[in-house]
Nanobody, 123 residues
Framework: QVRLVESGGGLVQPGGSLRLSCAAS????????IGWFRQSPEKQREGVSCIGTRDGTYYADSVKGRFTISGDNAKNTVYLQMNSLKPEDTGVYYCAILPRRYPYCSVGGVRSWGQGTRVTASS
């Protein structure tokens, strides 16, 4: 049974950093692409970063140079290191699985979701 459990969210001042973790069980990280998606009251759920998709890794333009996605196969965990956080990064961050080498980091490709972790960048 596929299970995704996110952790690491919280309140941080603009310019600060957080590291989100997604602990996976019921499958190996090599079986799927893994993505981080976020949802805020102002926007629809959107892909922030994915790993294992067709192009290897994907970052939304809004987070390029600030966020880094990585995976630890030994721990079956995927991380999202978020630096230089901005107020517009605020939202609930969800971990999700997509088919391996899926062409897009998009909601339409998601096969299973985690429960989400809230990130708030505010002074």
């Amino acid at each position: 049974q596929v299970r995704l459990v996110e952790s690491g969210g919280g309140l941080v001042q603009p310019g600060g950093s957080l590291r989100l973790s997604c602990a996976a069980s019921g499958f190996s990280l090599d079986d799927y692409a893994i993505g981080w998606f976020r949802q805020s009251p102002e926007k629809q759920r959107e892909g922030v970063s994915c790993i294992g998709t067709r192009d290897g890794t994907y970052y939304a333009d809004s987070v390029k140079g600030r966020f880094t996605i990585s995976g630890d196969n030994a721990k079956n965990t995927v991380y999202l290191q978020m630096n230089s956080l901005k107020p517009e990064d605020t939202g609930v961050y969800y971990c999700a699985i997509l088919p391996r080498r899926y062409p897009y980091c998009s909601v339409g490709g998601v096969r299973s979701w985690g429960q989400g972790t809230r990130v708030t960048a505010s002074s």
